[in-house]
């Protein structure tokens, strides 16, 4: 007898409905085909142990499985619940009259339970637009994938409830979840506040400028001047994400298998900081299975690479691509895959070796060669795509033991907010452009173009600084920003000048600068 059920495949962002075809013969051969990996040949074993911890007997006779499209690369367990169950429907213990209204996916344990898998929400899409009646899901992926809706989502805890589901003998009710409900109701609960944060007033605006216009940032300055501190509540004062947004991060947070257990969409931006030891796989993605990098995990949100120096230089310089683009296309011998990764890349990092050059309370034991070979672990072109940059001085002990708490993250963001709403209207014609750090050439001589001061003070800038002219373009990116801050309709030659203050980094000659240490 021959059988059909229906799972899907996650390569990269890709889903593609995958056929289980299950033919039974007189014979004692299992044969499994369709470019199945190691994972989905050893389902025969789990199946096997499965069925008969439940009550039912292995088929003795010829198998053949089929994964169509046989040429579709299949990795993962999920494939364990749909081959039992055609296993089982082809040898009639079940009926075969709901297997073409529904998808299923989970991976089976020996005794029969479901486990979770990864890429459940993805999947459920998928289902949805093929017309599956419904999909059978591990119970721990049931509040993932009910965010779908117009698509019955039931979650089962092993494979006695799902022969019983099909048999009619067990009456399952679909998952059923308030998405929006969920989604707003904790969009503005953070851990932590800016309000923590006491002086530091330069550095909290110039975050607030880089979360006003989706800017990258990097903050140079000695140990404990509250770099890191300040990058963690970044988020607190992000714009709170769309539901398409959320949809797609919670989509590339599911395929890594990132999601927490009984959880919906993601309703926060993400905040990524990986150690600096990391790999140049795991910061863009890849693998011998491709897999979402770090950058890609970031996206609609944070990556914030702490002591960037300390970074393998290889490393860094895979990110230079990324951050123009907004998306990584990773090429191999045997896949092609397409990540997006818009994100907001915010660094910090020591002046020199040692921490303290330009410390006033210590002194720097650092050669001027060793500052410049420290700083040229950071390259130009990776450099020139940091939109602002900031230096950050010690806290003074008057501002450290100031009893009033900074300015709160809630009344930032607002002014966050606003110039956002700017930015969405002035970009609303372009697909996607959502803020000012996404302007093209073209777009920034239109919306930001200086007048006869701000060019004088630019063309002084660029001479004195050395800058390139990306940098030139950054320079009239970050000013349309604090124009859209004090909601001015162009971009005044004080705008110019506070965004010119951003850029004391380009050149990297703080040996040269003649700071006290």
Excluded at 145 to 174: K, R
Excluded at 176 to 189: A, L, P, S, V
Excluded at 261 to 275: E, K
Aim: hydrophobic share 40%.
């Amino acid at each position: 007898m021959l059988v059909k059920t229906y799972c899907a495949a996650v390569n990269g962002m890709e889903v593609t409905t995958v056929t289980v075809e299950v033919s039974l013969t007189r014979g004692v051969m299992f044969h499994l085909t369709g470019l199945a990996d190691v994972a989905v040949k050893e389902s025969h074993d789990r199946i096997t142990s499965a069925l008969q911890n439940n009550g039912f007997k292995f088929p003795i006779a010829d198998i053949t499985a089929n994964l169509a499209p046989a040429d579709l690369k299949k990795e993962g367990s999920a494939f364990d619940l749909p081959l039992a169950i055609a296993i089982l429907a082809a040898n009639e213990d079940i009926p075969a009259t709901k297997l073409d209204k529904y998808m299923l996916v989970g991976e089976l344990s020996l005794d029969g339970s479901l486990q979770p898998v990864k890429g459940a929400l993805p999947i459920a899409i998928k289902a949805r637009a093929e017309h599956f009646k419904g999909l059978i899901v591990p119970k721990a992926n049931e509040h993932e994938a009910a965010v779908v809706d117009t698509l019955e989502v039931y979650g089962m805890e092993n494979i006695s409830q799902v022969i019983n589901f099909l048999n009619g003998s067990y009456d399952a009710e679909p998952c059923i979840i308030d998405t929006r409900k969920e989604f707003y109701e904790n969009q503005y609960d953070f851990d932590l506040d800016f309000a923590d944060v006491r002086g530091q007033e330069n550095v909290k605006r110039a975050l607030e400028i880089a979360a006003a216009g989706g800017h990258n940032i990097i903050m140079i300055g000695p140990p404990g001047s509250g770099k890191s501190m300040m990058a963690k509540r970044l988020p607190s004062i992000l714009p709170p994400l769309s539901l398409s947004e959320s949809l797609e991060t919670t989509q590339i947070h599911s395929i890594a298998g990132k999601l927490k257990r009984n959880s919906g969409l993601i309703n926060q931006r993400p905040f990524r900081s990986p150690h600096h030891t990391i790999s140049e796989v795991a910061l863009v993605g890849g693998g011998a299975n491709p897999m979402p990098g770090e950058i890609t995990l970031a996206h609609n949100g944070v990556l914030f690479c702490d002591e960037l120096p300390e970074f393998n230089k290889h490393t860094l310089e895979v990110l230079r691509q990324p951050l123009e683009d907004r998306q990584i296309t990773i090429s191999r011998a045997k896949y092609t895959v397409s990540y997006p990764c818009s994100f907001m890349f915010v660094a910090s990092m020591n002046p020199c070796p040692c921490g303290y050059y330009g410390d006033p309370t210590h002194n720097c034991v650092c050669s001027p060669g060793q500052i410049h070979r420290y700083l040229s672990k950071i390259s130009g072109p990776l450099l020139d795509r940091i939109d602002i940059q900031c230096e950050i001085s010690p806290l003074p002990f008057a501002d450290m033991s100031q009893a009033s708490p900074g300015e709160s993250s809630r009344n930032i963001r607002e002014r966050v907010i606003t110039a956002r709403a700017l930015q969405t209207k002035r970009f609303e014609e372009y697909k996607n452009v959502h803020c000012n750090a996404q302007m093209s050439e073209r777009m920034i001589h239109h919306f930001a173009e200086p007048d006869s001061d701000s060019i004088a003070l630019l063309r002084n800038a660029m001479e004195r600084l050395k800058l390139s002219a990306r940098a030139y373009n950054r320079i009239l990116k970050v000013a349309r920003t604090i124009a859209d801050l004090v909601g001015s309709p162009t971009v005044l030659s004080e705008h110019i000048a506070e965004a010119i203050s951003y850029r004391n980094l380009d050149r990297g000659d703080w040996a040269e600068r003649g700071i006290p240490c």
